[in-house]
């Protein structure tokens, strides 16, 4: 399954990329054929495997991660530790934070929507939508609104949702020349569908503070407003920013909804 799971990322990332399996394979260094397999499952890679295909890529270090534990990997640690105690600090608030949005779900991201961590009702009511991927889906908030692979196939207010994510990201590209940012707003805007008038997007103000985030697969339907707070901003030069992500129910069914998901026993990815 972890090579399944790692062949299904690389593949994506290839693709978005816009590189073909010879391309790719020449510049690893390995044959076509070998990384036809490992796309296909058929090939376990070695952890450097990994982490050079993840490099030629140019997959960001956080999805590096993602890339290591797909393929049956640890994670590597941060190559830019924060001090322990400080660390301590933030998660035990961190922790309370989302433990306090039970049963509704909530994210804590960085500021290039990376998740840190999430609430056992984000993980709850998001892997009824990732399925047996969740457990290394997309690890980019906004990403996955983009990834025909994540969540996108199940938002019914895709355009809207999208559009306004973009143009925040946008508007703080613009802002702060974050080059991370302003590589995140390409990725988004090579994703298949994406309209091309989107792609001469101004850097206009964000959209509103509150955005309605609606889930359909089968007859589920659920409905959410999202809104999204900074903890720690740029005064504290040891710690990246800190955003936490807040999803409250739109309507009594989805209200309803989590609180008999929160009953039951944590899924398992």
Same mark, same amino acid.
């Given at each position: 399954m972890g090579a399944t799971r790692f062949g299904t990322l690389l593949r994506h990332w290839r693709t978005l990329r816009g590189l073909s399996q010879l391309a790719l394979a020449t510049e690893a260094?390995?044959?076509?054929?070998?990384?036809?397999?490992?796309?296909t499952g058929r090939a376990q890679p070695s952890r450097?495997?990994?982490?050079? =295909?993840?490099?030629?890529? &140019?997959?960001?270090?956080?999805?590096? *991660? #993602?890339?290591l534990v797909c393929a049956g990997y640890a994670p590597r640690a941060s190559v830019e530790p924060v001090p322990l105690p400080q660390v301590e600090d933030v998660s035990r608030a961190l922790d309370f934070i989302l433990s306090q949005q039970e049963p509704y779900p909530a994210l804590v991201v960085d500021a290039?929507?990376?998740?840190?961590?999430?609430?056992?009702?984000?993980?709850?009511?998001?892997? =009824?939508?990732?399925?047996? &991927?969740?457990?290394?889906?997309?690890? *980019? #908030?906004?990403?996955?609104?983009?990834?025909?692979?994540?969540?996108?196939?199940?938002?019914?207010n895709w355009d809207r949702l999208a559009r306004g994510i973009l143009r925040s990201i946008v508007h703080e590209a613009a802002a702060t020349?974050?080059?991370q940012?302003?590589?995140?707003?390409?990725?988004?805007?090579?994703?298949?569908?994406?309209?091309?008038r989107w792609r001469t997007l101004d850097p206009l103000p964000p959209g509103p503070m509150l955005a309605s985030f609606h889930l359909k697969k089968g007859d589920m339907s659920l409905?959410?407003?999202?809104?999204?707070?900074?903890?720690?901003?740029?005064?504290?030069?040891?710690?990246?920013?800190i955003r936490i992500k807040y999803f409250f129910p739109a309507d009594a069914a989805t209200e309803q909804f989590a609180r008999r998901l929160s009953a039951e026993p944590a899924h398992v990815a």
């Open positions: 260094g390995i044959s076509t054929r070998h990384l036809s397999f490992l796309e450097e495997m990994v982490l050079l =295909l993840a490099g030629m890529l &140019g997959v960001p270090d956080t999805d590096q *991660n #993602a890339f290039q929507s990376n998740i840190l961590s999430m609430n056992r009702g984000a993980r709850q009511t998001f892997g =009824l939508f990732y399925g047996p &991927g969740a457990g290394c889906g997309p690890l *980019n #908030a906004s990403r996955t609104v983009f990834d025909p692979g994540g969540l996108r196939p199940y938002i019914a020349g974050n080059e940012l302003i590589e995140l707003r390409d990725e988004l805007l090579a994703y298949p569908g994406v309209p091309a409905a959410f407003l999202t809104t999204m707070t900074s903890l720690i901003g740029a005064q504290d030069a040891t710690i990246p920013s």
